[in-house]
């Protein structure tokens, strides 16, 4: 089946340490998307691709990276500069940059120890 | 600054009740309004509008868009304990870099036996 595979469920952090989060998709999608969900709040965009070798920051870029080496993978890491990590992830993607709709993975829970 | 706002924030009501959940939004350059549901992890999509006045419907589900006003309702009739989920409500515009999608923080429907 197509869809959006996002590893590990939960992970855990130790302050000062970098850590990274997978999504792969096998829809054949150009566009991916990772988003974070806070309690109370609606999801944010922190970075999207449209395409191969190509990524923009969103809107709450700051402590986060990505890499898009691949069309099916989009792997954020969420550095030691990011203060405030704890969160839900989302990955999405969508046929093309701004094409609707976008479809999820099944998020990853990320914790501080 | 673009902002869309769902309300209420939660709500409860018992099996069997039809519930109505709103979405409005000021979006620079509109260019559709999606419906998701969100149980414990991957929100799912819905609904997308784009015209004003056409209904969209889905089982017991329903929504509909109204560009004039500025605003979505999604209609759940006859729910079910399964209904129980975020609700998010997100607006795609047109320009800008992203073409990005803005959500709103979400309903949460608990429906009880």
């Known amino acids: 089946d197509g869809g959006i595979t996002q590893s590990p469920k939960y992970l855990f952090r130790k302050e000062g340490q970098n850590v990274t989060l997978s999504c792969e998709q096998n829809l054949n999608h150009d566009a991916m998307y990772w988003y974070r969900q806070d309690p109370g709040q609606g999801l944010r965009l922190i970075y999207y691709s449209q395409i191969v070798n190509d990524f923009q920051k969103g809107d709450i870029a700051e402590g986060y990276s990505v890499s898009r080496e691949k069309k099916e993978s989009f792997p954020l890491t969420v550095t030691s500069a990011q203060k405030n990590p704890t969160a839900f992830y989302l990955c999405a993607s969508s046929i093309r940059q701004g094409g609707q709709p976008q479809h999820f993975g099944d998020g990853t829970r990320l914790s501080i120890l | ?113």
């Open chain 2, 1 to 113: 600054e673009d902002k869309v706002v769902q309300s209420p924030l939660s709500l409860v009501v018992h099996e069997g009740d039809t519930v109505t959940l709103n979405c409005s939004y000021e979006v620079t350059n509109f260019r559709s309004l999606l419906w998701y549901k969100q149980e414990k992890k991957a929100p799912t999509f819905l609904f997308m509008l784009t015209s004003s006045g056409i209904e969209k419907k889905s089982g017991r589900l329903s929504s509909i868009l109204d560009k004039k006003e500025l605003f979505s309702i999604l209609n759940i009739t006859a729910t079910q304990t399964g209904d129980s989920a975020i609700y998010l409500c997100a607006v795609a515009g047109y320009g800008g870099a992203t073409n990005k999608l803005i959500f709103g923080t979400g309903t949460l429907l608990a429906v009880q036996p």
